[in-house]
């Protein structure tokens, strides 16, 4: 753990010698985070960028003051404060994931508060979640009332992540002016919804139902889940400043919608999909995706901001595909009750240190920022580089390359902003290297084969800042 100013300098002084070789990269070879296509070197705008990057971000290395007001926390309490420089240079919030226990770890917690002014949970509002991780079969139904008629439903439980949100709230209480929002993270998605959820009596040896049978499934679920945790009655109504409504619903192999064969060696039938869409396979169009983001209009509070989240989303394949998604929800627009409503699109950032680089992601989010108007940075990481192997020299040079590829792609969401882009969030994929999701096996977008050592975020194992944490703690 850092303590007194002494540690802070030292780290700083740190990243300032390492700048000495910041003008050896020339050329960087890039690929897709996911796709792993290949593309080309780094261009002459690129060479631009990095140059200024670099500048814009070794300058100045004494000018940070803004440093956290709690004396009681112990996590790096003399260094700057995230969430006070980030605000400041970019006018937005900066968030983290937490899940399960994390935030019963004191030291983490303490690295929350200190750093974070928003946070996503990872797990604990996706659907398998709130069927209290029921997943081979239905938890029980009940009767619920929509638009009129009775139909059967799952029952839902709230417990998983209201243990989280409560302890946000505490916190909130006896900090008013440190206060910590939260992402609603995620309504719609192929991956972490139960199959049995898409057939006839909530059972997956029976037939799936119709659209029109999902469709009320669908309202209904998004009416309960918002009206629970953002509705007039609701404790936690002020809590959450947006809700991902939909999210990686478009392929990275075509370049369209996800379909229920987007991995042919993938049981549809499994109790949970990785790649293929059980909502696909009973619509057969993208219908559930416009309905959701209508559905989600109708039941959130009108501050309540709406967004698409997806991955890979700086391949220019697959980038046209959102962007077409996103013209489709724009086209719906309309009144609660009547149309859609989208607030930003979710560039989700689950990056690799081969690519994609800093220019490609400044050229996507231009893209999207040109047909919804803002655009956030939502599962921040960098996957590490191949072969990786954790050891103390590879560490110190891995360490440094990633310090230098975050500063790039910093640079190209201020760049936007300048461009005119509403940059309105920032939010890391996790807190600490050890418990970020890529240290383990994951087969969703953007996961980890769990071959190889990790070290994606801005602090490591011991709460300590690395030398990317200095790219967004300088004014």
């Known amino acids: 753990m850092v303590k007194g100013k002494c540690l802070a300098v030292m780290a700083l002084a740190a990243v300032m010698m390492s700048t000495s070789a910041c003008g050896s990269v020339s050329s960087l070879?890039?690929?897709?985070?996911?796709?792993?296509?290949?593309?080309?070197?780094?261009?002459?705008?690129?060479?631009?960028?990095?140059?200024?990057?670099?500048?814009?971000?070794?300058?100045?290395?004494?000018?940070?003051?803004?440093?956290?007001?709690?004396?009681?926390?112990?996590v790096a309490k003399e260094i700057p404060a995230l969430r006070d420089v980030v605000e400041k240079k970019m006018g937005c919030r900066i968030g983290c994931a937490i899940t399960g226990k994390e935030p019963w770890d004191s030291k983490l917690w303490d690295l929350v508060t200190t750093h974070f002014n928003a946070v996503t949970l990872g797990n604990e509002l996706k659907p398998d979640s709130l069927f209290g991780y029921s997943?081979?079969?239905?938890?029980?139904?009940?009767?619920?009332?929509?638009n009129g008629e009775t139909i059967t439903v799952p029952v839902l439980n709230y417990t998983n992540p209201e243990k989280i949100l409560n302890k946000i709230l505490k916190w909130n209480e006896a900090n008013p002016d440190r206060q910590i929002k939260v992402r609603g993270h995620v309504l719609l998605w192929h991956s972490q919804t139960p199959e049995w959820f898409f057939h006839v009596d909530y059972d997956k040896t029976k037939d799936y139902v119709t659209a029109e049978e999902m469709d009320k499934r669908l309202e209904w679920y998004i009416r309960e889940v918002l009206t629970h945790f953002t509705g007039e009655g609701s404790p936690y109504k002020d809590l959450f400043y947006g809700w991902d409504v939909v999210n990686e619903a478009v392929s990275d192999s075509t370049g369209t919608y996800r379909t229920d064969t987007e991995r042919p060696e993938e049981d549809l039938l499994e109790d949970r999909h990785g790649g293929n869409s059980s909502w696909w396979h009973v619509y057969q169009n993208e219908d559930f995706i416009i309905n959701a983001f209508k559905y989600a209009n109708k039941y959130a509070p009108a501050d309540l901001e709406l967004y698409y989240n997806d991955y890979n989303e700086c391949d220019a394949k697959k980038r046209e595909g959102i962007i077409k998604l996103l013209e489709k929800i724009k086209e719906n627009e309309g009144a609660p009750g009547e149309g859609t409503r989208i607030s930003a699109m979710g560039m989700q950032g689950h990056y690799s240190m081969e690519g994609?680089?800093?220019?490609?992601?400044?050229?996507?989010i231009k893209a999207y920022g040109k047909v919804v108007g803002a655009v956030q940075v939502t599962e921040w990481d960098l996957r590490a580089t191949d072969g990786y192997d954790g050891s103390p020299e590879a560490m110190e040079e891995e360490y440094e390359k990633q310090r230098k590829i975050y500063n790039l792609m910093y640079y190209s969401l201020q760049s936007a902003k300048k461009s005119g882009v509403n940059i309105t969030g920032m939010t890391f994929w996790g807190t600490i290297d050890t418990l970020s999701w890529l240290q383990f096996r994951s087969n969703v977008g953007g996961g980890s084969n769990k071959e190889q050592k990790q070290c994606p975020l801005l602090f490591d194992g011991n709460y300590e800042p690395k030398p990317a944490f200095w790219v967004f703690a300088q004014e």
Do not use: D, F, I, Y
Not at 51 to 60: Q, W
Not at 135 to 146: H, I, R
């Open 29 to 74: 070879t890039v690929s897709s985070a996911e796709s792993g296509v290949e593309s080309s070197t780094e261009s002459s705008k690129e060479a631009s960028a990095r140059s200024s990057a670099e500048s814009n971000t070794e300058s100045n290395t004494e000018g940070s003051t803004a440093m956290s007001t709690a004396e009681q926390q112990g």
């Open 356 to 364: 994609p680089s800093a220019a490609e992601m400044e050229t996507s």
């Open 135 to 146: 997943v081979s079969k239905c938890p029980g139904t009940k009767e619920a009332e929509l």
